[in-house]
Structures are given as C-alpha cells and as structure tokens.
T-cell receptor, first 114, second 111 residues
C-alpha cells in the first residue's frame, strides 16, 4: 500500500509570493491534516479536512488555507509569504475512526522563504 | 487548552543503558501516540495507546499509558545507536479532530 505523498519536496520562494503544496493520502483514508514544523515552535496543527470539509483549524492567520478534493487529495495554500513561514510542512492521513486516529505522515515539503 | 509536555527534551545516553522518556498532558484523553523522527525525515508511527493501562512493546522500546495520571512513558531498554532520533508523543484532542504534539525528546545514543 502506497504511503502518503507530498509534492513538491522542496520549495524556495520570496517574501510576498504565494505557494501551493499538495498531499495525496493513503488509499482509503478520508482525513488529511496539515502541520507546520519549525525548530522554534515544534509541530503545530494547521487544519484537518475530512470528506472535503474543513473539520478543525489551528491558530494560524488566514493566509494559510486549504482544501480537499473528492478523491481525498488535499492542497494547502499560503499567500503573501513571510520569512517566518519557512518550515517543514507535513501532511498526515488517517482513517479517522472514532477509537483510532493513527496518523500517517508524508515526507514533508520543506519551504524556504527568502 | 490541551498542553503536552515531554521530559527530558534532550537525552544523551550510552549504548546498553536503560532510560525513560515522560509525556504529560493537561486534559483528559485516553488516546496517545508515539512517533519517531530521524533528522530531515518525516514522522514514523511507533505506538498507539488507546486505553488506561495500555502497554505496547516493540524491540527495545516499550510504551505505557496512565490516563488517570495523564502520563505516558516510553522506556528504552539496552539502548543502541540506531535508536538515536527525536521522539514525540501526541494526544488526541476532541476525539480525533486534531493532535497536539509534545515538544519532542532528542535522543542521542553514544557508542
């Protein structure tokens, strides 16, 4: 069974630009969550999508947005990039069954903002 | 607000020794997960603990959960260099709507 895939793996952007990251979950998983990982703040939850609906959102500004398609693939968009947005962005998929929400992580997209 | 703490944050130990990493969380939850992350890599799922008293073991690692104490432990037995990594615990918030991760424990096993 293929794992979670993320594209691109690396990105370099400049301040003010926008970026779109993509995530394909494990087949059969309908929940996709996004996390930002930085040395200073650790792993922070961005948002979760389930069946094309955003179910929960972390404490990030509106510049961070996402969506999920009918095939469960998800995209995350960051507009008006700031230097502080440089991070590893991780996507995780889950079956999201009530008693089990084990999340399986993709390899991540490393975003550098110059 | 759910807070998850880990200690120690940094751990340097010699091969062959035993040690325990602690994960404390602030609100009631009976779902706790342990992950491993190697430098520059993604997170690998290690253990899923779904009830009070749950104990899971894999090789030299053993994890347990005490929901009354809001505490999980990850015990390392006879450490080997290959266990060097950062270990995260994560707690379910609102029954699966999102995880809250601890800050991670960076483990270095010295030969």
């Amino acid at each position: 069974k293929a794992g979670v895939t993320q594209t691109p793996r690396y990105l370099i952007k400049t301040r003010g630009q926008q970026v779109t990251l993509s995530c394909s979950p494990i087949s059969g998983h309908r929940s996709v969550s996004w996390y930002q990982q930085t040395p200073g703040q650790g792993l922070q939850f961005l948002f979760e999508y389930f069946s094309e609906t955003q179910r929960n959102k972390g404490n990030f500004p509106g510049r961070f947005s996402g969506r999920q398609f009918s095939n469960s693939r998800s995209e995350m968009n960051v507009s008006t990039l700031e230097l502080g947005d440089s991070a590893l962005y991780l996507c995780a998929s889950s079956l999201r069954v009530l008693l089990l929400n084990e999340q399986f992580f993709g390899p991540g997209t490393r975003l550098t903002v110059l | 607000e759910l807070k998850v703490e880990q200690n120690p944050l940094f751990l340097s130990m010699q091969e062959g020794k035993n040690y325990t990493i602690y994960c404390n969380y602030s609100t009631t939850s009976d779902r706790l997960y342990w992950y491993r992350q190697d430098p520059g890599k993604s997170l690998e799922s290690l253990f899923v603990l779904l009830s009070n008293g749950a104990v899971k073991q894999e090789g030299r690692l053993m994890a347990s959960l005490d929901t009354k104490a809001r505490l999980s432990t990850l015990h390392i037995t006879a450490a080997v260099h290959d266990l060097s990594a950062t270990y995260f615990c994560a707690v379910d918030k609102n029954y699966g709507q999102n995880f809250v991760f601890g800050p991670g424990t960076r483990l270095s096993v010295l030969p």
